[in-house]
């Protein structure tokens, strides 16, 4: 199994930043694309970021200049660095990678507990 554990949510002002982890742990051969997802109360989870093994990014149109999301191979390990937050920013944020646990088997998705993220004066 696969376990992945998000942490660095809390409550931030307008304007504010917050930086978001999110650690892989278990039976890992090889992690493809790692992403970050969010869900406010009574809408669908949406991805706002997420970025290959390699390296590469993308972003939702609504957090484009303002967030980042970067990784640490050696460490199973992807972040997102948020800044300039708005109220609309609050949600419960989800971490979500792409495993493989040995060569001989393709990968499955798997999902954190979620964070969740108030921004709020």
């Known amino acids: 199994q696969v376990q992945l554990v998000e942490s660095g949510g809390g409550l931030v002002q307008p304007g504010g930043s917050l930086r978001l982890s999110c650690e892989a742990s278990g039976r890992i051969f090889r992690i493809w694309n790692m992403a970050w997802y969010r869900q406010a109360p009574g809408k669908q989870r949406d991805m706002v970021a997420s970025i290959t093994s390699r390296g590469s990014t993308n972003y939702a149109d609504s957090v484009k200049g303002r967030f980042t999301i970067s990784r640490d191979n050696a460490k199973n390990t992807v972040y997102l660095q948020m800044n300039s937050l708005k109220p609309e920013d609050t949600a419960v944020y989800y971490c979500?990678?792409?495993?493989?646990?040995?060569?001989?088997?393709?990968?499955?998705?798997?999902w954190g507990q979620g964070t969740q993220v108030t921004v709020s004066s």
């Open positions: 979500n990678a792409d495993v493989d646990m040995s060569i001989a088997t393709m990968p499955s998705t798997y």
